[in-house]
Every structure is written in structure tokens, then in C-alpha cells.
């Protein structure tokens, strides 16, 4: 009686797991299908996941150009940059001033692999922005502007460029927007820190060649130009260790206004102070000079000279003076003056603090435009 029972139960509960694992299947299934959609990308009808970006990077991806850039027909480097606008029978290309700026020529290459001579209209060196323009009739692909004010740190990010070349032309990289209003330092002579630029910090992979490119929403709009990898910091005079996943891109509401300037053939205004200066952490160099420090200061930037008639010299500034703040921002290095400085125009008036001989003085200074 108990085996006819056993018998009866055995080929019952396989029929019940049999039966559950089914629906457990179709469950997971299901859950996993949800969000699924398709749609027409670059290469016709495929199916997509919740977390892909493919549809974003199709509203750029032909509108993302190799920048070739040439001295006396010779090619001396590369980079990427983007179709930002058309007008008429012209179209707008976007770069870094730092892709072009060692050559006198530059021609685009586009998505198809079809290039295209350009027109340089010009760059600026501390906004790094430069602008080309080429025929409207071989463009493929207008990318659309974003904003970087309704961004939010961990917001997905992309870049699409050309990293080492055209040979990688295309790439796509992901991320998330790892900081905002980030000020990096510059170099301009490979030494010394020239400038702060406010910048974007994100994940997504960038390398030499990138520079120039589109720096996208998960919307595909772009909100940055790709500038800028911290690959190496220095922790002293001995020891230094990489780093990864650090890049940076110029908010695209400042290339913007870089940009329309440049297409008006008209030039970035730069205010004039009128001093030559040294970090006071040079202390070789403010030996040789001749400047002491007062034992009180432990930031500044140190006045080496000043020019005739500058505004400096109106304002009273002497050689040996420490400048400590401009307006109620503390200046620490000769880069971080630039950028307190630059954030103004020729003929506004700023406010200056320094140390004389220990004493700590202030002066109103008005700004002429830099030669």
C-alpha cells in the first residue's frame, strides 16, 4: 500500500516542480524583457536594453568629425571635434584651440570616411576653443546643444571621438558626470601652472585624440568639449602615482561664447594688470630676484616687475609686493590670478589685496585690455 502511494506521489511532485519552474522562467523572463524596445540605429532595426545608449549616440555620432591638422601640408597631429551649427551654405565645426594651433591647415573626416578641407577662423589658448568651418553640403549630421545646468553628479555621460587617430575614429566611450565646476590646473610651457580652467569631470575614457569631441547627456545633447586627462599626479618631488578615469570637458555653455566670438573674427578681450610674477613657492627664483618673503605670508603670488604706466603702477603696486586676494577670492599661485583676472573684462574696476614688507595694504585697480 505505501509503495503504490510512493509511486503516485514521485511522478506527482516532478509534474509540480515541472509546472514551477516553468512560470519561474517566464517570471524572469518577463522582468528581464521589460523596457526592452526597438528602434532604427546605424545599422537598421535591433533590440536594445533599458541601459543602452545607443539611440543618444546616433543624435551625434555623424555629426562627430576627425580633425587633421597641418604645417606647411605636413600633418602634425589630431584630434575630433563637432558640428555644432549651419548657416546658409556654411557649417560651424567645433575643436580645441590645442588640436590646431601647431599647424596652419586642417581638413575634417567624416563618419563615412568622405573629408572635407576647412577654413581655421581661429582659437584662443586659455579658453582652448577654436572653430573651422567647412561646406554645409557634406555635412551629415547637426549635433544638438545641450545645457549643464540641470545636470546631476552620477548623470550618464559619453564622449564620441577619435582616440589615437582616425584608425579609432567612431569611438564611443560611457561614464557618469564625476564632478562639476572642477578647476584644473593648465600648462601652457609644460612646467609651471599657467591657468585654471572650470571644467566638467567625467569617467567615461578619454584619450589623446579625443580632444575636441562632444561630451553628451544621456539624451545625446552636448553639454562639454572634451579637453583635458589627468594621467599622472604628483604627490612630491620623488614619488608620483597614475590615475584613471579622469577626464575633462569644457562646459559647452563657455565654449559657446568662445565660439561665437571667434566666428566673429573679433578677439577674446583679456584684461592687463601690468606685472611680470612668480609663484612664492619659487623660492630659487625670489632668491635670484631679490624679493624676501615676510615671515607671515605662506601664499601669494610675488610682483617681479611692473610696467610703465600700467595699471599696476597706478594703483601703487610695487615690486616685492605679495598679492594675496583679488576681490574676496584668495590667490594662491600666478594660475589661479589668471583665472580670478580673466573672469573680468578691460575696464572694470577690481579690488586688490598684497603684503609690503608684512603689512597688509589695498588698492582699487582699473583694467586695460592686454596687447
Known sequence: MNNKKSKIVLPLLVFVAFIGGAIWSYLVINQLNKGSTVTTGRTGNYTINENSISSAVDKVYDATVVVATYKDGKAVS?????????????????TNNHVISSGNSA????????????KILGGETYSDIAVL????????????????????????????????GDTYSGTVTKGILSGKDRLVEVSFSGTTS???????????????????????????????VNSLKLTEEKTSATTS?????MGFAIPIEDALYYAETIEKGETVKRPYIGIS???????????????????????????????????????????????????????????????????????????????????????????????
Open 277 to 371: 610674477m612668480l609663484d612664492i613657492t619659487d623660492s630659487y627664483y625670489l632668491w635670484q630676484s631679490g624679493i624676501t618673503l615676510p615671515k607671515n605670508i605662506d601664499s601669494g603670488v610675488a610682483v617681479l616687475e611692473v610696467v610703465s604706466s600700467s595699471p599696476a603702477e597706478k594703483a601703487g603696486l610695487q615690486k616685492g609686493d605679495i598679492i594675496i586676494k583679488i576681490d574676496d577670492e584668495e590667490i594662491t599661485s600666478v594660475a589661479k590670478l589668471r583665472y580670478e583676472l580673466y573672469k573680468h573684462s578691460p575696464g572694470e574696476k577690481i579690488n586688490i589685496t598684497y603684503n609690503r614688507n608684512g603689512k597688509e595694504n589695498k588698492t582699487e585697480l582699473t583694467l586695460e585690455e592686454s596687447k
Open 194 to 224: 599657467d591657468y585654471y580652467m572650470k571644467v566638467l569631470q567625467t569617467d567615461a575614457a578619454l584619450n589623446p585624440g579625443n580632444s575636441g569631441g562632444p561630451l553628451c547627456n544621456v539624451n545625446g545633447e552636448v553639454i562639454g
Open 107 to 118: 581638413k575634417v573626416i567624416f563618419s563615412d570616411g568622405t573629408s572635407a578641407d576647412t
Open 78 to 94: 589630431t584630434g575630433t571635434g563637432f558640428v555644432y551649427k549651419t548657416e546658409g551654405s556654411t557649417a560651424y565645426i567645433m
Open 133 to 164: 568651418t567647412v561646406s554645409s553640403a557634406s555635412i551629415k549630421q547637426v549635433a544638438t546643444i545641450g545645457n549643464t545646468e540641470d545636470i546631476r553628479l552620477g548623470d550618464i555621460t559619453f564622449a564620441v571621438g577619435a582616440p589615437l
Open 241 to 245: 602615482y597614475n590615475v584613471e578615469g
